[in-house]
């Protein structure tokens, strides 16, 4: 008997649905499609470890999904959209997102993505309640063994706050940081602080938390056990 697929992709574009199912059979991962996204209500969507989602569907928008998807699991919900301007990515993290890939869609580096968030790659050995940041994998290795697939900006966040541990680091450093232009910081203010709340959900699903704490009118420091490996 075949293993249960753990990714479900949720998109109204048949073609696009096939051409993702070939990649991500090239690269030995089992692919749901879903082209009628009013099926899609009826899934359990507790049975997948990555959900990936399309906005723009006949009948119904992705982000209707979003609450429905949530308020049941949480697996990794990664974003496919046309749309990939500011407002539309706010919308999607703040409505429980966790990547956003704007179409055209670079395909093997969305399978790479949902494979890295299913945990396929070996966890590195570290010490009881340490954290390991994984350049190599663009991962975050938490101490009960799991892997937190993460974004570059994910990363880069991450990679910052444990540089700087136990000092805590300013929201405007942290801003700049992950849009790499310091005239952006305050706009995007309120995206980092999804950003950082969407990390702690993912980790805590777990039941593991993730000891980073906000410190009102400073910014954020992680008080943890981390490093980060480069090999």
């Given at each position: 008997m075949s293993k249960p697929a753990e990714i479900v992709l949720i998109d109204d574009d048949v073609s696009f649905c096939?051409?993702?199912?070939?990649?991500?059979?090239?690269?030995?991962?089992?692919?749901?499609?879903?082209?009628d996204p009013q099926i899609a209500r009826s899934l359990n969507f507790a049975s997948?470890?990555?959900?990936?989602?399309?906005?723009?569907?006949?009948?119904?928008?992705?982000?209707?999904?979003?609450?429905d998807i949530r308020a049941t699991s949480q697996p990794v919900i990664i974003m496919?959209?046309?749309?990939?301007?500011?407002?539309?990515?706010?919308?999607?993290?703040?409505?429980?997102a966790d990547f956003f890939f704007p179409k055209p869609v670079d395909?093997?580096?969305?399978?790479?993505?949902?494979?890295?968030a299913v945990g396929r790659r070996g966890t590195p050995t570290g010490d009881v309640g340490q954290w390991v940041l994984s350049g190599p994998e663009c991962a975050l290795h938490t101490p009960d063994?799991?892997?937190?697939?993460?974004?570059?900006?994910e990363f880069r966040l991450l990679e910052q706050l444990f540089h700087q541990a136990p000092d805590p680091v300013s929201k405007e450093c942290l801003t700049q940081v992950v849009t790499g232009d310091v005239n952006r910081a305050a706009a995007h203010a309120r995206a980092l602080e999804v950003m950082?709340?969407?990390?702690?959900?993912?980790?805590?699903?777990?039941?593991?938390?993730?000891p980073v704490k906000a410190l009102r009118n400073v910014g954020y420091v992680f008080h943890g056990a981390g490093v980060i490996g480069r090999d």
């Open positions: 096939q051409s993702a199912a070939r990649v991500f059979q090239q690269n030995d991962m089992a692919l749901l499609t879903v082209s997948f470890k990555v959900i990936l989602l399309d906005i723009d569907m006949p009948g119904i928008s992705g982000l209707a999904l979003l609450p496919v959209s046309g749309h990939s301007d500011a407002e539309t990515r706010v919308a999607c993290l703040e409505g429980g395909l093997a580096e969305l399978s790479l993505v949902a494979m890295r063994g799991r892997n937190i697939g993460l974004s570059a900006s950082i709340s969407r990390l702690r959900q993912r980790a805590g699903s777990g039941g593991v938390r993730l």
